[in-house]
């Protein structure tokens, strides 16, 4: 089979495999939304935004939780990483070379 091409040959997408359309499909969705969003001059865009006001106006949590996560970004989540008792991991590896005991031609 000349023409076909190996599974894991990768293309520009950002190494995905070659036929793998997955980074396309939420822009098409996306683009669907907005036009929608966009049509009968924002009207619906308009009423979500009030609502999502509405409830922030109110203290609904969901709501005061987007709104400051649009506004500030959202917190950065720190992990801790450490060893099995606590102690901090190692930061550098250390490699050393043995001279063999026996050689190839010593066993034969």
């Known amino acids: 089979m000349?023409?076909?091409?190996?599974i894991n040959e990768t293309t520009s997408?950002?190494?995905a495999p070659e036929g793998n359309n997955n980074a396309g499909k939420g822009s098409q969705l996306s683009a669907l939304l907005r036009a929608e969003l966009n049509a009968d001059d924002r009207k619906k865009m308009r009423a979500g935004v009030a609502k999502v006001a509405?409830?922030?106006a109110v203290?609904?949590?969901w709501a005061v939780e987007f709104v400051f996560d649009?506004?500030?970004g959202k917190a950065v989540a720190k992990t801790e990483i450490s060893g099995a008792d606590g102690s901090p991991l190692p930061l550098s590896i250390g490699i050393s070379f043995v001279e063999p005991t026996s050689t190839i031609s010593e066993e034969a």
Not at 2 to 6: A, H, L, T
């Open 54 to 56: 509405d409830a922030f």
């Open 2 to 6: 000349e023409n076909q091409k190996d």
């Open 13 to 15: 997408k950002g190494g």
């Open 59 to 61: 203290g609904e949590r």
């Open 70 to 72: 649009r506004f500030e």
